[in-house]
């Protein structure tokens, strides 16, 4: 190898070197995200399978709505005019 092919060799390597330095802290930002998902996943079917145990079991409570259903359905009804 003479001088100008380990001129290119090094350039090259700096050059793949930089992209990698570049590039590193988008893949573990991407790694780092899907293993938040995958634990949000997992404690969502772990809350799924807790929830339907539950809500086999008769309720005593009453299905009258709130006060706060009232409101709220009697404002959503009403048509605002732009002036």
Known sequence: MNGNQ???LVGMVLVLGILVLMALPSVLGVLRDRRID???REAHEDRGESRTQQAQKSSS???VP???TWYADG???KKFVSS
């Open 61 to 63: 409570r009453s299905t």
């Open 6 to 8: 380990i001129e290119g």
């Open 38 to 40: 995958r634990q949000i």
């Open 75 to 77: 404002r959503r009804s």
């Open 66 to 68: 709130s006060t706060a």
